[in-house]
């Protein structure tokens, strides 16, 4: 094929399937070019961020405690015979969120004469951060914990009924996998 017949070539009807690939590779390149600042940024501006990051983060897990009790009030409210209800939950621990690192580590060798050598070794570790459609960047969280309950206190209106003591209590343990004498129901006054 001639130098300047690629174009018409190409363009044939027969070629459509070349035409078809031609076109999905230019967009996957598009497509990586404009995710590689994404995951490639300068360690200096990372580290400035972790320390706001970590402050979201312990600011989510209060809300996470709070959202819970709100929710189990709500539930157990909306249960026969209990009434108007607060829980509150205690954690054993906090949340824990593992951040998706790159790391970077350089070895070298080098030997100068017989008798001298030189070793080099160096490892870098950044945080991957993220960037959502209005710019906002976010560390790119691998896997999360949640927090183990150590115990849940009830208290309701109809905390004196035995039949309604038993059914928060298992509601409860069935909930958060709590043991029973984790869970104390209590008549509200």
Same mark, same amino acid.
């Given at each position: ?83 108007? $209800? ?40 950044? $945080? $991957? ?25 009830? $208290? ?34």
């Amino acid at each position: 094929m001639e130098k300047k017949n690629w174009a018409k070539e190409l363009f044939r009807p027969e070629n459509k399937k070349a035409r078809i690939n031609l076109f999905t590779a230019f967009l996957i390149g598009i497509l990586l070019l404009l995710m590689s600042h994404v995951f490639f940024e300068p360690p200096e501006q990372q580290t400035e961020a972790i320390p706001q990051i970590q402050e979201q983060i312990e600011q989510k897990e209060y809300n996470t405690e709070e959202e819970i009790e709100k929710k189990l009030e709500t539930v157990f409210s909306n249960m026969e015979g209990v009434g108007q $209800v607060k829980v509150m939950i205690t954690m054993k621990n906090t949340k824990a969120s593992v951040l998706a690192k790159e790391e970077k580590k350089e070895y070298s060798l080098t030997e100068e004469g017989q008798n001298k050598k030189t070793q080099t070794q160096r490892e870098e570790n950044t $945080v $991957v951060m993220s960037e959502d459609s209005r710019g906002t960047r976010t560390p790119l969280v691998v896997q999360e914990t949640m927090p183990e309950i150590e115990g849940i206190v009830i $208290v309701a209106e109809g905390g004196d009924d035995a039949r309604v003591v038993q059914m928060l209590s298992e509601a409860s343990q069935a909930l958060f996998n709590v043991p029973a004498h984790k869970v104390a129901v209590l008549k509200m006054k």
